[in-house]
């Protein structure tokens, strides 16, 4: 995880000042676990002197500049003590944070040092980003899109009474679509009401793609570069997920068959909309765009810059609202997409539905990252399943909705399917042969404790068959011929 360090910590004080820093100049801070060997599965190790290693830290803390804040705490694994070491992301003014001169940051679970602009993206944070007001010279009202404007103005008088009897340039001026003295677009006009905002500013725009493990030997697929609107960006967005994620057709307790798609549409809506309209416009980020991914098991959705005035804990909560570009959140307000939906609420609570749509589609909940200089939001592509829950009954249904055929000898009609996206990669794996637990967490990547729950749940609902005892050295696992599930 990238706000969580592991140290072995038995042959003396580890080295922590790149950790330290980086984990300081993160807005949640991060946490350090001394006394636990990564290479031997995370299994405790026998700190001889504890005290000796709290003030060794606290020591490489203090070096730092400014100093980094840490605490302590003492958990027991296994008979074992754990150091558990708290560092405290420094505020927005204070950062960023260096050792020996040099700023570093946190990139999956390792430090690396910042890049100029990355500098230069911390450092504008320390006041309230206004890069969405900057003017784009070369343009003119001539570059707005005409549907977009006259839906925005129209909404504008009805929602302003100050506004109500306003003309369209009076109306673009006041909220900022165009410059004060009415010459050229703002950054946020141009970005949310442009006819082809990518002329001016050619990264605001979205990269998505589909990156398959990487065994596959495929590296990415369906790579496309959406441009457009604001508007035209979120709805290219959900098109290209909606193309590239399954639809299942189930059947409910009255015994009526919905569509059912892989991942909450209305939660995929929300982060995509989020990262347009709260990423980072500064000249800092020039280059970079919103970027999609979809992984086997995992929907990743980034965006340059991170939070303001906020922390991801209070993301969701009645306190968790606060817009980074505030002219373009207030336009967005009130402008809609081609689904005639606006962009977004404007009530701060997108994130709560986010977590309702996932929490009833049996999902985890969404994982967010804010680095300060990057925000990502992690949505799983699977639900939560317990090794003694009861499958549910599914028919597999391709992009256009037709329900996929039931491919056994003598099938009639469509087949349930019997593999939830959870345990499909194991399942897979068998299906092509038998094997064992540890061959299994090899190939996938996954460890013998996710290996082992996957194949349980599995084997309770009758997908897979053991050969052999359970925990005995040469069990294997294989998918009995009757088994054939719908894909």
Known sequence: ???????????????????????????????????????????????????????????????????????????????????????AGLPPADRPCRYLGTPYLRQADGDYVMSGPELQQMLALRHRPRFDAEPVPGTSRDDLDGDLVKAFTTA????????????DDEILRRRRVTNPDGGCLTVAGLYALGAYPQQFMPSLAITAAVQPDRRSGTRIRDLVHLDGPLPDLLDAAMEWVRRNTLTSIRYGADGHARDVDEIPRVAVRELIANALVHRDLSQHTQGKRV?????????????PGGLYGLTTCQLGTPLGKSAVNEFLYEICQLVTAPDDRRIIEGEGGGIREVRAALRQANMPPPRFIDTGVHFTALVP??????????????????????????ERPGADGPSPAIVPA????????????????????????????????????????????MHGGWGTRGTTYAVPSTVAPAR
Do not use: W
């Open 1 to 87: 995880m990238t706000a969580v360090e592991v140290k072995r910590g038995r042959d003396g004080i580890p080295r922590l000042s790149e950790t330290l820093c980086a984990f300081a100049n993160l807005p949640d801070g991060g946490t350090i676990l001394v006394g636990l060997d990564e290479g031997d599965d995370f299994k405790p190790v026998h700190l001889a002197n504890v005290p000796s290693l709290e003030a060794g830290v606290a020591a490489q803390a203090r070096r730092l500049e400014p100093p980094a804040t840490v605490s302590f705490e003492r958990a027991e694994v296994e008979g074992s003590v754990v150091l558990v070491v708290t560092v």
């Open 156 to 167: 504008v008088r009805r929602s302003s009474l100050r506004l109500a009897r306003a003309t």
């Open 291 to 303: 970027e999609i991914r979809l992984k086997d098991d995992t929907l990743v959705i980034a965006n």
């Open 381 to 406: 592509r699977h639900s939560v399943l317990s090794p003694d829950a009861a499958l549910p009954e599914v028919m597999i249904a391709d992009r256009d909705g037709q329900v996929l055929p039931d």
């Open 422 to 465: 959870l345990c499909r990669q194991v399942f897979d794996l068998v299906d092509s042969g038998p094997r064992t637990l540890r061959e299994v967490a090899e190939i996938t990547g996954l460890t013998l404790a996710q290996a082992r729950y996957r194949m349980n749940a599995l084997v309770r609902n009758g997908l897979v068959v």
